[in-house]
């Protein structure tokens, strides 16, 4: 099978659309969300609930939540050195080519200015579209789902 019988797929032409939106992308300021409340936390770093300023948004964003997932950037190899995650490298490849209705999209990337307080090196953060729960909070709340359910989150899963 060729490339252009795959290139008719629409999963594959919104990874197209999704990898071409990604070079256009501008590393903004992280300055322009407004952080409202820490939502999650965990080895990978800090997720929060914001929103984008009103002089940065548009007619469409306007009062729509998002998630800033902010990279923990950690030492190489114990020499003091600050390196970005190999983790966070994969997360970000494989969501720039994945495009699923069950899959979030990445909206941007942006960064913090340097400080002292992250290093001097400013912290990077992942913008996905906030969601009010996910899979593994529903668990620990106890949620239980019926067996049509749980075919239908296992299928969409696979």
Known sequence: MTESYFSEFPSVKKSQENRQRMKDWALRDSACYEKIEQVGRGTFGEVYKAKLKSQYANSTEEGKFYALKKIKTNDIRGKGEIGFPIT???????????????????????????????????????????????????????????????????????
């Open 88 to 158: 966070a490298i994969r997360e970000i490849t494989l969501m720039k080519y994945i495009s699923h209705q069950n899959v979030m999209n990445i909206k941007e990337i942006v960064r913090s200015q340097p400080k002292e307080v992250n290093r001097n090196i400013g912290n990077i953060y992942i913008v996905l579209e906030y969601m009010n729960f996910d899979l593994s909070g529903l668990f620990r709340k106890g949620v239980f789902f019926k067996e049509a359910e749980v075919k239908c989150i296992l299928y969409q899963i696979l």
